[in-house]
């Protein structure tokens, strides 16, 4: 199975700029989505196809992918970005999620 | 307004048969995949399956040999069948709509069912 390795945590300052990355094995070829995921809710999707955001998800949010590594970047953090993240990719007719990362606003 | 409403037993025995259905509604149901993803206790997202319309499926091959899922297209309805549950099927069961076609994506999903595995 296609293994996606996230960090565990990543710490950003109020209306500062975050970076989520995402790693895996020639991920550059592969189409990236990511979710935020809120205590007790359901994720959300906040980019597909590596850089495309659904209708709804600000401006802020915004997505890159080349070579082993994919990145979901928050610009101008707010307190209301506290949440879990997670990568996900589909390879070999199954879907592939990284572990997740708790993004802290401080 | 595509919705996903999801409902099923959130309580089983070891070695029973978790059983979950999902309905949706607002939005086509003949045109996407359909999809089951789970979430243990504190860990994270877990993909269990999918079915289109007609049924062609696909499954996590560590699960396929005990899950079915399948579809109901005069309800607009999909289901989950997880056979010989143990403690570690414990978990939140998400239903979700599948999106970006070739690539998978999820961009509808329910309000997610505890299911607790537990003698």
């Known amino acids: 199975s296609y293994e996606l390795t996230q960090p565990l945590s990543v710490s950003v300052a109020l209306g500062q700029t975050a970076s989520i990355t995402c790693g895996g094995n020639k991920i550059g070829s592969k189409a990236v989505h990511w979710y935020r995921q809120s205590p007790g809710q359901a994720p959300v999707l906040v980019i597909y196809?590596?850089?495309n955001r659904p209708s709804g998800i600000p401006e802020r949010f915004s997505g890159s992918n080349s070579g082993n590594t994919a990145t979901l970047t928050i610009s101008r953090a707010q307190a209301g970005d506290e949440a879990d993240y997670y990568c996900q990719v589909w390879d070999s007719s199954t879907a592939a999620f990284g572990g997740g990362t708790k993004l802290t606003v401080l | 307004q595509v919705q996903l409403q999801q409902w099923g037993a959130g309580l089983l025995k070891p070695s029973e048969t978790l059983s979950l259905t999902c309905a949706v509604s607002?939005?086509?149901?003949?045109?996407?995949?359909w999809s089951w993803i789970r979430q243990s206790p504190g860990k994270g997202l877990e993909w269990i399956g999918e079915s289109n319309y007609s049924g062609s499926t696909n499954y996590n091959p560590s699960l396929k040999s005990r899950v079915t899922i399948s579809v109901d297209t005069s309800k607009n309805q999909f289901s989950l069948k997880l056979r010989s549950v143990t403690a570690a099927d414990t978990a939140v069961y998400y239903c979700?709509?599948?999106?970006?076609?070739?690539?998978?994506?999820?961009?509808?999903w329910g309000q997610g069912t505890l299911v607790t595995v537990s003698s």
């Open positions: 979700a709509r599948v999106y970006c076609s070739t690539a998978s994506c999820y961009d509808y």
């Open positions: 196809r590596d850089t």
């Open positions: 607002g939005g086509s149901f003949s045109g996407y995949y």
